[in-house]
């Protein structure tokens, strides 16, 4: 049994045309939404044992509120560029290549990806995933090729603007 869970990054600010895409943070409500999410992704018990974050700004602070919230090193966090605006199979490519001694790893990255990878592995599920959600799955397999597997079991869909009672 694998545990994959996704994260899309926070928010992020346009407010400086200047900034390269990649270069720009999180705006005020992504910084307020990140620590929001990573608490109820605590609370959920998701303990990944493996991060891997797009290298851009808004993506790679997302990471590491996170990581803080759950008391996961920072010095662990990964970097990957290849989740930087990556397409499903471009993520299943990344994921693929992780060390199947790995049970539970998270990806932080971006739309359209994220939502495309969600939606392959959990078909219907959203149209699109909002800023900073997280969708986490419980997959039945020993290997991290996702492109052929068996059953997948949604543990948590959950975004900022999720009422608690919603289901």
Known sequence: MKTLTLLRHAKSSWGDATLADAERP???RGE????MMAERIHKAGIRPSLIISSPALRAWTTAKVLAEEISYPNEFLQREKDVYLASKNTLLDVIGEQDNGFN?????GHNPGMTELAN???PGLTQNLPTCAVVS??????DWDLRDIGSVELALYDFPKRQPDES
């Open 137 to 142: 799955l419980n997959i039945d397999t020993n």
């Open 26 to 28: 999180l705006n005020g």
């Open 32 to 35: 307020r939404d990140a620590p």
């Open 120 to 122: 392959f592995l959990q």
């Open 104 to 108: 539970s790893l998270l990806v932080v």
